[in-house]
């Protein structure tokens, strides 16, 4: 059985747990982080613009990499050992939501968090990323709620409807 555990700042305690609670011991657990490309594309593209290209040992894209490589690498571990057993840790940068997918191909089983609104129950307890994957995901997810989910008493309102015409014979 290969899982792909999504390992994202302030939710990865609660797929790390999930795993745990949810896996076989002996399934093949992939910890995966995505750093998005545009962020140090971003840093890179405004030193260009607005001071030019002839100092690139300036440039502070060069150490967003670096730092995001840092924050990905501690990450993984902190989550690797928080799992306690084998598994692999997995870098991957480019847009989140595809990257994500993309490593859940093959897999059995995909774990992550809701990041949205969570003080309510519904659609928008996830964010646009984590939407994206749960729709798009070519194996079964595990959706979990990184605290205590909220009570079904936070479900929103149902529209109003027009009354149904009544059906004739």
Same mark, same amino acid.
């Given at each position: 059985?290969?899982?792909?555990?999504?390992?994202?700042?302030?939710?990865?305690p *609660?797929?790390?747990d999930?795993?745990? *609670?949810?896996?076989?011991?002996g *399934?093949?657990?992939?910890?995966?982080?995505?750093?998005?490309?545009d962020?140090?594309? *971003?840093?890179?593209?405004?030193?260009?613009?607005?001071?030019?290209?002839?100092?690139p040992e300036?440039?502070?894209?060069?150490?967003?990499e670096?730092? &995001?490589? &840092?924050?990905?690498?501690?990450?993984l571990?902190?989550?690797?050992q928080?799992l306690g057993?084998e598994?692999?840790?997995?870098?991957?940068t480019?847009?989140?939501?595809?990257?994500?997918?993309a490593?859940?191909?093959?897999?059995?089983?995909?774990?992550?968090a809701?990041?949205?609104?969570r003080?309510?129950?519904?659609p928008?307890?996830?964010?646009?990323?984590?939407?994206?994957?749960?729709?798009? &995901?070519?194996?079964?997810?595990?959706?979990?709620?990184?605290?205590?989910?909220p009570g079904?008493?936070?479900?929103?309102?149902?529209?109003?409807h027009?009354p149904?015409?009544?059906?004739?014979?």
């Amino acid at each position: 059985m290969a899982v792909v555990v999504w390992i994202v700042e302030g939710t990865w305690p *609660a797929c790390v747990d999930a795993a745990r *609670a949810h896996v076989p011991e002996g *399934a093949d657990v992939v910890l995966l982080h995505v750093t998005p490309a545009d962020v140090p594309g *971003a840093a890179h593209g405004a030193f260009a613009g607005l001071l030019g290209r002839g100092h690139p040992e300036r440039d502070p894209g060069t150490r967003v990499e670096q730092l &995001a490589a &840092a924050s990905a690498g501690q990450l993984l571990t902190d989550a690797a050992q928080r799992l306690g057993r084998e598994c692999t840790r997995t870098e991957r940068t480019g847009r989140i939501e595809r990257e994500v997918v993309a490593a859940a191909e093959g897999a059995e089983l995909l774990i992550l968090a809701r990041d949205g609104d969570r003080t309510h129950l519904g659609p928008r307890s996830l964010g646009p990323a984590s939407r994206f994957i749960v729709d798009h &995901a070519p194996c079964p997810v595990l959706l979990v709620w990184p605290e205590t989910a909220p009570g079904i008493a936070t479900i929103p309102t149902p529209p109003p409807h027009p009354p149904h015409p009544p059906h004739h014979r």
